[in-house]
């Protein structure tokens, strides 16, 4: 994929070392040379650049462990306009299992979450969320954020209160509050009365949901390795230099600059930025820091031919029951193999952890009891992700922010998903917090 791979002379000198090359470190990376930096080494463990972004080929169907759309004004293009003839243009559409068992709008539906309550359990929704909105106790949670703005009637009824216990694998009253106004303000807007208008008018006429202005992306059908090797080629033109597949083993303060410890050797540099995960880079710089809870997701693999029981290429669990969190069809977007179906499933491990076993004879009961699926289901693969994204909870972030700055404080600038614990729930987020980050130093 063009990235440079063989051993790396000892003493190596370079301007920068970014560590990690996910979007936060190959924008890293270009940031730098637009800066001035003439050499940047570019230390990642994983073989390939993506970071989390992984995908997986099982015979004729291609997965993503994850789901991933993007957009074509994503400023990710900005540093790399190349990367957009291999983006595959796609229509995607979303559609939520609710507790009443119907595959509806997403996130709510005026019609089937509300209308179709009934007269009096519709009255117990709206004084629900009347007093919630007059409540003016400080709020201390995920719940508290949630209630909030829609109710704790609505919140249980419409499934959201399940959905975000699915998302980050434990109760949504021990989820911390940042982490709702970081990843949740969708409710609060959703929920405004100019929003809530546009719903009626929309359900009256059955109008669909508006398109968005700008194009909808998926990854080439080939994978990611072939989205992601013309920025590789791009940035190794412009001086930067790739180890992939080289573990770092330590990071130390020297009076000029750091010496960066890999298992090809010592590289020295003036300045390191930080993109990897917060508990591997304060190790690397021998800086205490607890472990910080992160989502483990066990993500299912399957091909289908039969009813599969709704029309839309996503489609999320606000249901009751089961664990599953979200389905993408991905022969929505690259068509079907061998005549059938292929679709990935997503599954948040919980605390005691969930086998591949477990959760494929879940959703499997599930879907079937929802009348979802009906026809050939079968589990092709499976692939378990540690680490694939950062949860708020008992101060985690508070820890976080505290171990920034003693990165900081050495010297090395630490951000991005992993590199800060936070979530970004899109490349263009990565991209502008990494420009921001830089810029900013």
């Excluded at 009934?118 to 709206?126: D, N, Y």
């Excluded at 050495?410 to 936070?422: K, M, N, T, Y």
């Amino acid at each position: 994929m063009g990235a440079t791979t063989t051993p790396l002379a000892v003493p190596q000198v370079v301007d920068a070392v970014v560590l990690g090359a996910g979007m936060s470190g190959l924008v890293s990376a270009s940031v730098l040379l637009d800066q001035g930096a003439e050499s940047v080494l570019v230390l990642d463990e994983y073989p390939r650049v993506g970071g989390n972004h992984l995908d997986v080929a099982i015979g004729n169907y291609t997965f993503d462990v994850g789901s991933f759309i993007f957009q074509d004004d994503s400023p990710l293009l900005e540093h790399f306009p190349e990367l957009l003839p291999g983006y595959q243009p796609i229509t995607p559409s979303w559609s939520r299992l609710n507790p009443q068992g119907r595959v509806t709008s997403y996130p709510f539906s005026l019609r089937d979450d509300v209308l179709a309550a009934g007269p009096v359990e519709l009255l117990r929704i709206m004084a629900s969320a009347l007093v919630a909105r007059l409540d003016r106790r400080p709020m201390a949670n995920a719940r508290d954020f949630a209630r909030r703005w829609i109710g704790a009637r609505f919140l249980r009824r419409s499934g959201l209160e399940n959905y975000m216990a699915r998302f980050c694998g434990c109760p949504i009253d021990r989820i911390d509050l940042t982490f709702a106004q970081s990843r949740m303000l969708w409710i609060r807007d959703q929920t405004t009365v100019p929003a809530l208008l546009r719903q009626v008018r929309s359900q009256l006429h059955r109008q669909p949901p508006s398109a968005p202005t700008n194009r909808q992306l998926a990854r080439p059908r080939e994978g990611f390795a072939a989205l992601y090797a013309p920025a590789v080629m791009t940035l190794e033109r412009r001086g930067a230099t790739f180890a992939l597949g080289r573990a770092v083993s330590a990071v130390r303060r020297i009076p000029d600059g750091f010496l960066v410890e890999t298992e090809a050797g010592t590289v020295r540099t003036a300045r390191v930025v930080s993109t990897i995960p917060l508990t591997q880079s304060t190790a690397l710089c021998s800086v205490p820091f607890p472990p910080l809870p992160a989502v483990t997701l066990v993500s299912l693999f399957y091909s289908f031919a039969g009813d599969r029981g709704f029309e839309e290429s996503i489609l999320y669990n606000f249901s009751h029951e089961a664990r599953w969190k979200r389905l993408t069809v991905y022969s929505d977007f690259y068509g079907t193999a061998e005549g059938r179906t292929y679709f990935a499933v997503e599954v948040v491990a919980d605390q005691n952890g969930t086998s591949v076993a477990e959760a494929a004879e879940e959703f499997r009961r599930h879907t079937a009891a929802n009348g979802l699926l009906r026809g050939d289901l079968r589990l092709e693969g499976s692939h378990v992700l540690e680490q694939a994204y950062p949860i708020y909870t008992g101060g985690s972030a508070e820890q976080a922010a505290a171990a920034v700055a003693a990165l900081k404080e050495l010297g090395i600038e630490s951000f991005g998903r992993q590199g800060a614990f936070r979530y970004q729930p899109t490349a263009r987020v990565s991209a502008l917090e990494a420009e921001a980050a830089l810029r900013a130093a």
